[in-house]
C-alpha cells in the first residue's frame, strides 16, 4: 500500500491542484489530509470540493 500525505493547503487551489496531479503519477492507494485546509488563500470552497472528488482522506 502506498499513502500520499498532503498538508496545509489554506485554500490554495493552484497549489492543491499541483499536488496532486503529481500523487496521480506516483499511484497511491489512498490519500490523507492532516489539516489546514482552508484559510489564506482564496478559494476554500473549490479546495473542499476538490479533495472531496478525488477522496481525499
Known amino acids: ?3 500520499a500525505i498532503i ?8 497549489a492543491l ?3 496532486l496531479q503529481d500523487v496521480k503519477t506516483q499511484n497511491v492507494t489512498a ?4 489539516g489546514d485546509l482552508v484559510g489564506y488563500g482564496a ?3 473549490e479546495v473542499i470540493e476538490l479533495l472531496w472528488q478525488n477522496k481525499v482522506k
Open 17 to 19: 491542484e499541483a499536488a
Open 7 to 14: 498538508s496545509d493547503i489554506h485554500s490554495n487551489l493552484e
Open 31 to 34: 490519500i490523507y489530509c492532516t
Open 1 to 3: 500500500m502506498k499513502l
Open 43 to 45: 478559494n476554500p470552497n
